[in-house]
């Protein structure tokens, strides 16, 4: 066993089984550990008050459970929206958003600490992948939160730093444990998985049965300037990438939401959204425009509130469902992952 097997919170409740009966108990045990992991959500096994001493001491020797520290909160007086640096027990630093909407309290976590895929107008890669998150990790953002704002949570976005299916494993793992009936069962409706797009990935979630809606990042409408924006692009083509959404809501069901950040002169024309709307046209879906945030370290410009408009017009003109993000915690942010980078830098 490594030093990530031994971890409690990423263990599924047969996992857990299987460590009661190395530790000399009945295996109805396990069910009271999980749910004071995902029920309670408790911080340490000294909270497991209905184990015997011995038996959380025995715990505490042999086995961790990933807690994460909250190392700032910024509250946006704006519309409430609050981030949230996490510290790791490793000392990596990561981010997660919780958002207030009419229909519920939303949360966004990070997938990895950094990521390694590239995209030119993103923040969270340019200090390059550091590690995977582990199923704990990415829990403890919601169950932290959850602590943190005294709310539930309704719905989450993995749409943080990292690209989720870069993580798939574990990724797959938190969906399961996210949603167990014994645990904060959320429900399979209310998560949205974005990706930039890793084909094979893409066809082995769909066989999961986990019908969670998966966001493509999109960005483009042809090969070469997707390429431009996004180095994944170069793997695996456009073409593939919409077969493999169409699978996806083939065996899923859930309608492809497409993500297209708008670049100020790079991918917001009228050709563009034409091409737009004739490449997704047949795919059951919805696009969501998100006018780019800059980067201080990239040139992108933002496109303005009618330049928005005006593409989402024409994209409503030719049959395509789109709206545009409105934009949540405009005080407290930057881009994605600019606010981790620049607490690193100051620390
Ligand atoms: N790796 C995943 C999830 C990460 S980001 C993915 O690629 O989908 C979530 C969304 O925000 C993606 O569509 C991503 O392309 C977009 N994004 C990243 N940086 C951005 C920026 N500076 N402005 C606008 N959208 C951005």
């Excluded at 025995?58 to 509250?75: G, Q, R």
Aim: net charge positive; hydrophobic share 35%.
């Amino acid at each position: 066993m490594n030093n990530e097997q031994k971890e409690l919170r990423s263990m599924s409740l047969e996992e857990l089984q299987q460590v009661m009966v190395l530790a000399g108990e009945k295996p109805f045990r396990a069910k009271q550990v999980f749910e004071w992991l995902h029920k309670k959500q408790v911080s340490s096994i000294e909270e497991m008050t209905n184990l015997s001493k011995k038996l959380r001491t025995y715990l505490k020797e042999n086995y961790t459970v990933d807690t994460l520290k909250v190392a700032k909160e910024l509250i946006s007086s704006i519309d409430g929206t609050r981030k949230y640096l996490f510290k790791l027990s490793d000392g990596n630093i990561i981010e997660s958003v919780w958002m207030n909407y009419k229909h519920g309290n939303s949360v966004c976590i990070s997938s990895q600490v950094g990521c390694r895929m590239g995209c030119k107008f993103c923040a969270s890669t340019l200090g390059g992948l550091v590690r995977n998150l582990r199923p704990s990790e990415m829990l403890e953002q919601i169950y932290r939160i959850k602590e943190a704002t005294g709310q539930r949570v309704d719905s989450i976005v993995i749409m943080g730093s990292g690209e989720p299916l870069d993580n798939y494993d574990s990724v797959v793992r938190f969906l399961r444990l996210i949603t167990d009936e014994n645990g904060e069962n959320l429900s399979r409706r209310a998560i949205t998985l974005s990706t930039c797009g890793i084909v094979p990935r893409i066809y082995d979630l769909a066989k999961e049965n986990l019908p969670i809606t998966l966001a493509l990042s999109l960005h483009a409408t042809t090969n070469e300037e997707r390429i431009e924006l996004m180095p994944i692009a170069r793997k695996y083509s456009l073409d593939e990438v919409l077969e493999a959404c169409e699978y996806y809501f083939k065996q899923t069901g859930r309608r492809i939401s497409f993500e297209y950040s708008l670049v100020k002169d790079v991918n917001n024309s009228k050709e563009h959204a034409k091409r737009l709307s004739e490449l997704i046209s047949k795919t059951n879906s919805h696009v969501n425009l998100i006018p780019v945030n800059p980067v201080k370290e990239r040139s992108f410009e933002t496109v303005t509130r009618k330049q928005a408009e005006d593409f989402q017009k024409m994209l409503e003109k030719n049959g395509v469902n789109a709206t545009i993000r409105r934009e949540m915690g405009r005080d407290i942010s930057g881009a994605c992952g600019q606010l981790r980078r620049s607490f690193i830098e100051k620390n």
